[in-house]
């Protein structure tokens, strides 16, 4: 049985305050509390927009990560409130957990890799100016390494695989 102009049209906009509830995270029997409708309605409209979602999946990623960034802007503004209203540093932590997520998605915080680094020849870093025996090289963690790229041109590398040879950021042979 077709639905009215108007039927369609009501159904339209559930469908999206559906949508915005599941943003939040609600579950669906709060939401078909909130919307004023059966339990069955929902299950039938999360079908709905799930199977919208996988058609268009491949062909709209860029609209995921929009839709994905739209829901991280609203926990992150939500967070601030919270935090502000009770400095809690939890609250704190999680605005951090959502920057870090942001900029993952963004392909911010993206793998960096040196000039002559291999998999089999991993670069290991110190501050210029600290002879290789001031340090552990082999003791850096990844998040020291992740650390050491920003260092920029002050950083040095040992590539262990090159018989200890020293490179700078450019690859190019230095004091060891």
């Known amino acids: 049985m077709a639905q009215s102009a108007e039927q369609q ?3 339209r906009e559930r469908r999206v305050l559906v949508h915005q509830l599941l943003l939040r995270k609600h579950p669906k029997g709060d939401i ?15 079908h709905w927009l799930e199977s919208g979602w996988k ?15 739209a829901t991280l802007e ?25 920057q870090q997520r942001r ?15 291999t998999p089999d020849s ?22 020291l390494e992740e650390e050491a790229l920003l260092w920029g041109a002050k950083v ?3 590539r262990p695989g090159v018989m200890g040879e020293a490179v700078d950021v450019a690859g190019q042979a230095g004091e060891s």
């Open 103 to 117: 900029a993952k998605l963004l392909g911010l915080d993206a793998e960096r890799v040196l000039p002559g680094e």
């Open 122 to 143: 991993p670069m290991y870093f110190a501050p210029a100016g600290l002879g290789w025996g001031d340090i552990d090289l082999s003791e850096l963690t990844p998040e």
């Open 9 to 11: 049209e009501a159904t």
């Open 32 to 46: 078909a509390r909130l919307v004023g409708v059966s339990a069955q309605t929902i299950t039938k409209d999360v």
């Open 55 to 69: 058609k268009n999946l491949h062909d709209d990623l860029e609209k995921i990560k929009l839709l994905e960034l």
């Open 156 to 158: 040095k590398a040992l």
């Open 74 to 98: 609203e926990a992150e503004n939500q967070a601030w409130t919270r935090y502000r209203a009770t400095l809690s540093v939890n609250w704190m932590s999680m605005i951090l957990r959502i």
